[in-house]
């Protein structure tokens, strides 16, 4: 079947996260900045979370540029990413609003973890359907950023009982390394035509 109707699905799922994301952003009950004071974890746990999904949905994209059909496997591997990004607005509030501390900084982690390990499954199912000579397995390769993004997930998790702080860090360092989008993808179909 057509990849179609897997990627517009996927980006009005991720479309409407975003939108319930801005959605939870209050409004300060004052005209000063003082009153913007108590709102800036909640911000700056939105524009986190704002930017995982821009890279998300920025990397989905280049995923299915490199294929051509999808399967059953598929659609229920692209379903199970969607569950985890879809619990990203909940651990997002919950985090901001209790400014970053240890169980909600945890509970962030085990999302950004969980959507991790569900990209990395919907990107091996898609190598598998297309076969191991495909453009997108050529341009995953060994997935050096993928794997090291679930290590760096794991580690927070644990830190973050310790350090919060420490552990946040550790989910902007993985965003930061994946804000740049991925090139091996583009620079793969472009070396190898369709």
Known sequence: MGKGRLEAFSDGVIAIII?????ELKTPHGADWAALRPLIPVFLSY???FV?????WNNHHHLLQAIR??????LWANLH???????????????GENRFSAWPVAVYGAVLLG????????????????GRDSTLAAAVGRDFKGKVSILFYAAAISISFWTPWLACALYVLVAVMW???DRRIEKTLAERPS
């Open 115 to 130: 959507a991790a390990c569900a990209y990395f499954i919907l990107t091996r199912a898609l190598i598998s359907h297309h």
């Open 47 to 49: 524009v986190l979370s």
């Open 81 to 95: 990413l969607l569950f985890w990004l879809s619990l990203i607005p909940f651990t997002t509030g919950w985090m």
């Open 69 to 74: 059909h999808v399967n059953g496997r598929i």
């Open 52 to 56: 995982f999904l821009g890279i998300y």
């Open 179 to 181: 804000l740049i989008p």
């Open 19 to 23: 939108t319930i994301m801005a959605l």
